[in-house]
């Protein structure tokens, strides 16, 4: 018998409001006010921080609070009824050939047997209850149950799962508690089972991290106890149904006109690309979105823990890495993926992420006749990208001069884009910049664009203007072989 529905739990779910937004500390006039405010010289006077101080009280007051609401109302009786009405329909339901139907077919099957089990149980419902009880049936049995609701959502970026009673969303680039709850622990994990089982994984206490995807590419992690120690906590990146290009970020904000410019004739040039940014900064949005200026007779290559990558082309073959199997063999790395893409006759390579020596495999690519590679990184600014990249070829086997390394990065690399997530929720591409080459044992670099931060609005939003360094472009050259040289150098300047 299916698990579903075996116990009566907890009830539905549960509107509250937003949870740990940051506010920004704005004095009477309006302006920012410091961190730490100087005690004036005697005799003393007031700071002009008191709602600033009253907001960290509060904060420091309210921190401990429970997220986690149970629900009220209409939800709350459609959950109170699937609790009752489940286990009955699974006695009428083989769930094997339940599973070969499509949602919609099994809610046309469900119908009349839901309203033979709600009369055996003398419950009355009008149409839009049993429309809402039906949705409820098929998520649990066909889909993922409560996280249903906030994946058809398209305002809702990410979903955090810490355990079955708190959830937690990101909307505009804030966080805030969802208004959803699983019945149990038990509830939850077989959720999580049946996410990483359609790609192929497993995830149990032998295996208790996996990384996996859902069918529209949404990234997910899932980690269980005895690792979490709240109960199995499921982290999914949701990505947009509509693809994102350059014009419709500078058109949000993420950057300018002019930077937008630069980096499409940087992705049509073949130049060899390294985004840089920290967790949900947007770097596999801006890949997606350079992805769209490649050549659609060329052959790319993505590769990736988990295939994410959505690009826009149709010679585009993408590779996944597998996990080792129980006894630990079996395992095919991204490194192995990197080395064999070689032998496919690729244009361009791209990596979802680089981590570790796959770094030297990935430079080896971009100085052997693969321009126009792309990777991401996790790095905090260009000049730490590159830092990384120098570290995470030492620390692999390859036994290499650091002097060597430094100088296949400053030969391999043409541009590193910096993207960052503000406090604001915002996100912007903070600086592209030029690796030029070698100054003694220096990766020398020069920046052609700059976010810079000017003030913060009374609503907390940040200000700031996108900046042309006005310097001519190292890669001047490499835009001339393909004719976009002019308008290179005129977006530039």
Known sequence: MNAFGKRNGIGGPGQRPAFGVARPMHGPDGGAVPAVVEPAPPPPEPA???????????????????????????????????????????????????????????????????????????????????????KVLVDELLGYGPLEELLADPDVSDIMVNGPEQTFIEKKGKLQIAPIQFRDEQHLFQIAQRIVNKVGRRVDQTTPLADARLPDGSRVNVIVPPLSLRGTAISIRKFSAKPITLDMMAGFGSMSAKMATALKIAGASRFNIVISGGTGSGKTTMLNALSKMIDPGERVLTIEDAAELRLQQPHWLPLETRPPNLEGQGEVSIRDLVKNALRMRPDRIILGEIRGAECFDMLSAMNTGHDGSMCTLHSNSPREALARMENMVMMSDIKVPKEAISRQIADSVDLIIQVKRLRDGSRRVTNITEVIGMEGPVIVTQELFKFEYLDESADGKIVGEYRSMGLRPYTLDKAKQYGFDQPFLEACL
């Open 48 to 134: 002009p921080t008191g709602d600033a101080m009253a907001r960290l009280a509060s904060r420091q007051a309210g921190s401990g609070e429970a997220a986690s609401h149970k629900a009220e109302g209409f939800d709350a009786s459609v959950h109170k009824i699937k609790e009752q009405v489940l286990p009955r329909l699974l006695e009428r339901v083989d769930p094997e050939a339940a599973a070969t139907l499509t949602k919609d077919e099994l809610a046309e099957e469900f119908r009349p047997i839901i309203s033979e089990v709600l009369a055996e149980l003398k419950i009355n419902l009008n149409r839009r209850e049993q429309f809402a009880l039906e």
